[in-house]
């Protein structure tokens, strides 16, 4: 089968800075003791064609680092990433939304900056509103929503626009524990599943251990930066389960 | 071939990014777009006023004159302002999705492009008052796509500036302030003296003052004037572009 994804020996450092960080502030402070912080060490793995990837962690543990640096929102210090095909990049929590445009206008600009164009998007505008249940609020500004209903349309819109384009390697962050009822997660579940049967490449970052167990081929435990333990998931889940009742 | 398809895409996304902040910055105002003319008019009338009392200016369709310089002026100022803090703005969208970044520049730029044109008819108004033909504003368009060339260099390249170090819009602002003292705005230049030699310098002036000939007096600048104002236009785009890009990569980590 063909390979996906090649991850190999990323570092990534975050700067931490000081309060005081005006350019005069720095120009005056004559100590230059800059604080890092290693939120990867030399990761390394692959991922082939239709497998699906657990990644498992500690909050902090740089399970989101790790997806934003293959989705190409952060650039990693030094290591190399190997793509065969488009990465898309999907949290459960940020979200571009503006919230005085209304709900339909906010579809559009969604859209826009996926990359589609305008007929592009009319086609699948109906589709996103059946998904989101939120027919009656279209033309409503969106800062009148709610948190579940900004999270359904936030969802409805992204996934479905993903499966509008050429998707390869999907990279969800926390996306099936942030909102939404049970209904509203098995919709979003089975939006997964059709793009996953068109061959592409699932990450899914979560603390919902069992999902992973259920759903992925593979797992990988991070912690503070460096993989634990990869493989199969219920291993590696159990694993981890063991780690952190070690640590209460 | 897919450096082409790239570039549609970008404008495409500029331009409704554009039209979204554009309708956005009009939203729950009452007054809506006349905010827009609000300041050039204000600073319009009070010139106008001043001049007036101090008596005797040389310069014929002087209101016009003014006019010209403080909407063109304007949208300088107003677009690189607003692009100095671009990436910051949107910074929860940098976040979250792989974003065309030079997208958000751009639409900062197009945004101004829009309220431009609001000014350009309010300008029109007062030609036909002034007995003069609004057909020479065709002669604008090809002026102002190169105008928009170079606000968009100084826009990218500030853009860069803003994302990394806090203080630049602080900064932007005095300068556009001294600046706009310095671009002959409201006065005339005289051959010789500093702020004429100041101005050599100045694309700005450049901008104004072919506009000016082309509305006002009706004669079309040489080219030796328009030509290498045109070449700084694509070269400001360039340098800037190509800042934005050696850098881009880095944002979503300041924010």
Partial sequence: ?248 | MKNKKNLTKTIELGYNLAKANFKLRNEGSYLGIIWYLLEPLSLFIIIILIKGNIGGNPIPNYPLYLLLGLIMFNFFKNSTTLATNSIRNNGNLIKSIKINKEALVLSTVIQFVFSHFFELIILAIFMVYSDLSPTSLIFYIPILFFYFLFVLGISFILATLGAFINDTSNVWGVFTKILWFATPIFYVLHKGTKIYILNLFNPITYFIEITRQIFLFNSLPPLSKIVPLFIISVLTLLIGLKIFQKYENKFAEEM
């Fill in chain 1, 1 to 248: 089968m063909e390979k996906r994804i090649i991850v190999k020996n990323i570092r990534k450092k975050f700067k931490l800075c000081k309060k005081d960080s005006s350019f005069l502030g720095r120009l005056l402070s004559f100590s230059d003791s800059e604080d890092f912080l290693e939120a990867l060490k030399n990761i390394s793995f692959e991922a082939k064609e239709k497998e699906n990837i657990g990644i498992i962690g500690s909050n902090g543990s740089g399970k989101s680092t790790l997806l934003k640096i293959i989705g190409g929102i952060y650039e990693p210090d030094c290591g190399e990433i190997i793509l065969n095909g488009e990465a898309i990049y999907l949290s459960g929590f940020n979200n571009g939304l503006k919230s005085k445009l209304t709900m339909k206008e906010n579809i559009f600009l969604i859209g826009s900056i996926f990359g589609l164009s305008k007929r592009k998007i009319k086609k699948v505008f109906k589709r996103i509103i059946d998904f989101s249940g939120l027919e009656r609020f279209l033309d409503v500004k969106i800062n009148k929503f709610s948190t579940g209903m900004l999270t359904r349309l936030n969802f409805a819109t992204r996934i479905n626009f993903l499966k509008n384009k050429e998707c390869d390697i999907l990279l969800l962050d926390e996306v099936f524990s942030s909102g939404g009822d049970k209904n509203f997660k098995e919709k979003v579940k089975k939006e997964v599943d059709v793009i996953m049967k068109k061959g592409a490449t699932i990450l899914i970052a979560s603390h919902d251990l069992r999902l992973i167990k259920d759903y992925c081929d593979k797992a990988i435990w991070i912690e503070k930066g460096e993989i634990k333990k990869i493989g199969n998931p219920k291993e590696v889940v159990a694993a981890y389960e063991q780690y952190s009742s070690n640590i209460l």
